[in-house]
């Protein structure tokens, strides 16, 4: 038995599932050493069990759009692990939603969300819905339909959604409001609620705060800050936002935003106000990055889908952070970052770099962080509202946010440790594949056979 055989086994297992094998390959190569560490491992066929989603739910949803029309999406959950905790992982509305797309963030998940420390198994869902262009109304009859489904599979003890792409504060508020009304109780089930009703404060900005926590705990370790350094940001939601907003804080320069449209270049770099601007557009208007560049008078750039590299990250900068979506950056992107001299490339989405892009900035000596570390802020703190949703309690901004600032510079440590003791010092995404997979590891060999 090799860690070849077992991708092969992944690979035959899943033919029609591209994203999945990327996300098994690129943990099965890390982790392979410490099977062989640890032959036991390899007997109880643990990484097999992992690969493997314990439970994985798809369901048929029927709306009624404005005028009338019936249309059926399809909506999933994959409860992937839950050696250590519940279930815990976001829902994502998308048209690319597909099984392979949900399977490899909920394979990333198990590994994310026991380096935070907080003891929570791995699941994601989603659905194939398109929320853009939506009505409220049209949103919310999605949301209770969805749910209407959904809930007969989750718990505040079982399995506990959230937001990803396409879903948050509002669309957490409808699906919260039909679990209620369905199972008749009030719960933490689902994080990233309102403040006014159980949602922690920070965890709206978590991610992308997080991820620029962690982004200063690399540089640190070459004694340099995130001050006075360029960054490249793409996406311009959730993550991008929050990520963008503490750059400035630390006193960086972000000069770039986008969306699905293309992208906006801001050489004199996103202020606090434009910021507000870009929040307002994005989470209230519902509008287009372009209209950025309008008002600001900078630079668009259409997203041209005939081309094989994304020209966002041929502009010269210190950091790169790919806040938008998987495979967002190739190899012709990770040699146009290299050539303008890249420090350090943050994952603030989950699998934005591709295996052959990874290798090629780590090959160059840029310091790379996996999604499944950089990113572990926004689950982590949903860790911290379901904490507090068990204790009837509620903590301050600044108790939230200290614990996270805590959160990601354990992480942090925690990957540079077993990258150390795996002989990879400094390689975050060894570090990290192998601690998490150790947590989990360890809890199902104590478990027995299930
Ligand atoms: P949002 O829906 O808030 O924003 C997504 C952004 O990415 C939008 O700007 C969107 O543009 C763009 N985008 C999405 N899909 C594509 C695509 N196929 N091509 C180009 N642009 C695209 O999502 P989040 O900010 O929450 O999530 C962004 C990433 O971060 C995802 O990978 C998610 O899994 C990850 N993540 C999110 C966490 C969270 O707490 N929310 C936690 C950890 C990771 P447009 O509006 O045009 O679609
Ligand atoms: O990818 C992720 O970690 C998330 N979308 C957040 C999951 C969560 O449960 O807060």
Same mark, same amino acid.
């Given at each position: 038995?090799?860690?070849?055989?077992?991708?092969?086994?992944?690979?035959? #297992?899943?033919?029609?599932?591209?994203?999945?094998?990327?996300?098994?390959?690129?943990?099965?190569?890390?982790?392979?050493?410490?099977?062989?560490?640890?032959?036991?491992?390899?007997?109880?066929?643990?990484?097999?069990?992992?690969?493997?989603?314990?439970?994985?739910?798809?369901? #048929?949803?029927?709306?009624?759009?404005?005028?009338?029309?019936?249309?059926?999406?399809?909506?999933?959950?994959?409860?992937?692990?839950?050696?250590?905790?519940?279930?815990?992982?976001?829902? #994502?509305?998308?048209?690319?939603?597909?099984?392979?797309?949900?399977?490899?963030?909920?394979?990333?998940?198990?590994?994310?969300?026991?380096?935070?420390?907080?003891? =929570?198994?791995?699941?994601?869902?989603?659905?194939?819905?398109?929320?853009?262009?939506?009505?409220?109304?049209?949103?919310?009859?999605?949301?209770?339909?969805?749910?209407?489904?959904?809930?007969?599979?989750?718990?505040?003890?079982?399995?506990?959604?959230?937001?990803?792409?396409?879903?948050?504060?509002?669309?957490?508020?409808?699906?919260?409001?039909?679990?209620?009304?369905?199972?008749?109780?009030?719960?933490?089930?689902?994080?990233?609620?309102?403040?006014?009703?159980?949602?922690?404060?920070?965890?709206?900005?978590?991610?992308?705060?997080?991820?620029?926590?962690?982004?200063?705990? =690399?540089?640190?370790?070459?004694?340099?800050?995130?001050?006075?350094?360029?960054?490249?940001?793409?996406?311009?939601?959730?993550?991008?936002?929050?990520?963008?907003?503490?750059?400035?804080?630390?006193?960086?320069?972000?000069?770039?935003?986008?969306?699905?449209?293309?992208?906006?270049?801001?050489?004199?770099?996103?202020?606090?106000?434009?910021?507000?601007?870009?929040?307002?557009?994005?989470?209230?208007?519902?509008?287009?990055?372009?209209?950025?560049?309008?008002?600001?008078?900078?630079?668009?750039?259409?997203?041209?889908?005939?081309?094989?590299?994304?020209?966002?990250?041929?502009?010269?900068?210190?950091?790169?952070?790919?806040?938008?979506?998987?495979?967002?950056?190739?190899?012709?992107?990770?040699?146009?970052?290299?050539?303008?001299?890249?420090?350090?490339?943050?994952?603030?989405?989950?699998?934005?770099?591709?295996?052959?892009?990874?290798?090629?900035?780590?090959?160059?000596?840029?310091?790379?962080?996996?999604?499944?570390?950089?990113?572990?802020?926004?689950?982590?703190?949903?860790?911290?509202?379901?904490?507090?949703?068990?204790?009837?309690?509620?903590?301050?901004?600044?108790?939230?946010?200290?614990?996270?600032?805590?959160?990601?510079?354990?992480?942090?440590?925690?990957?540079?440790?077993?990258?150390?003791?795996?002989?990879?010092?400094?390689?975050?995404?060894?570090?990290?594949?192998?601690?998490?997979?150790?947590?989990?590891?360890?809890? =199902?060999?104590?478990?027995?056979?299930?």
């Amino acid at each position: 038995m090799s860690g070849h055989d077992i991708l092969d086994l992944v690979k035959q #297992r899943n033919p029609n599932e591209p994203e999945f094998i990327q996300a098994a390959e690129e943990v099965i190569t890390s982790v392979w050493p410490v099977l062989e560490r640890n032959p036991e491992f390899i007997r109880l066929r643990l990484l097999e069990r992992m690969l493997e989603p314990e439970r994985q739910i798809s369901f #048929r949803v029927t709306w009624l759009d404005d005028k009338g029309n019936v249309h059926v999406n399809r909506g999933y959950r994959v409860q992937m692990n839950s050696a250590i905790g519940p279930y815990k992982g976001g829902l #994502r509305f998308h048209p690319s939603v597909t099984p392979s797309v949900l399977k490899f963030l909920a394979f990333e998940q198990i590994f994310k969300n026991a380096l935070t420390g907080i003891p =929570m198994g791995g699941g994601k869902g989603g659905s194939d819905f398109n929320p853009k262009g939506k009505s409220d109304d049209e949103v919310m009859k999605f949301c209770q339909a969805f749910m209407g489904e959904l809930a007969r599979h989750i718990s505040h003890r079982l399995d506990v959604p959230a937001g990803d792409i396409g879903v948050g504060g509002r669309e957490i508020g409808y699906l919260f409001g039909a679990y209620k009304k369905i199972k008749n109780e009030f719960t933490g089930v689902l994080t990233g609620k309102g403040i006014g009703w159980g949602g922690s404060l920070i965890r709206t900005e978590a991610t992308g705060y997080g991820l620029i926590y962690f982004a200063e705990n =690399m540089l640190q370790e070459k004694k340099e800050s995130i001050k006075d350094k360029t960054c490249l940001v793409s996406g311009s939601g959730n993550v991008a936002q929050y990520a963008i907003e503490k750059i400035i804080h630390l006193g960086g320069k972000a000069v770039t935003a986008s969306d699905s449209d293309g992208f906006i270049y801001d050489a004199a770099g996103i202020t606090k106000d434009k910021l507000e601007f870009l929040k307002d557009l994005k989470n209230n208007r519902r509008g287009r990055i372009k209209e950025y560049a309008d008002k600001y008078k900078c630079e668009f750039h259409a997203l041209d889908a005939k081309h094989d590299h994304n020209p966002l990250w041929s502009i010269k900068a210190d950091c790169a952070f790919p806040c938008a979506t998987q495979n967002e950056v190739n190899e012709k992107d990770a040699n146009n970052l290299v050539k303008n001299g890249l420090k350090l490339l943050g994952e603030g989405a989950n699998m934005p770099t591709t295996i052959d892009a990874i290798n090629i900035l780590i090959d160059h000596g840029v310091m790379y962080s996996p999604g499944k570390a950089s990113n572990a802020g926004g689950v982590a703190t949903s860790g911290l509202e379901m904490t507090q949703n068990y204790m009837g309690t509620k903590w301050t901004s600044e108790e939230v946010d200290a614990r996270l600032v805590g959160i990601m510079k354990n992480i942090h440590q925690t990957c540079l440790a077993a990258a150390k003791e795996y002989g990879k010092p400094g390689n975050y995404l060894v570090g990290a594949n192998i601690a998490g997979f150790l947590k989990v590891a360890k809890a =199902m060999q104590a478990q027995g056979v299930v």
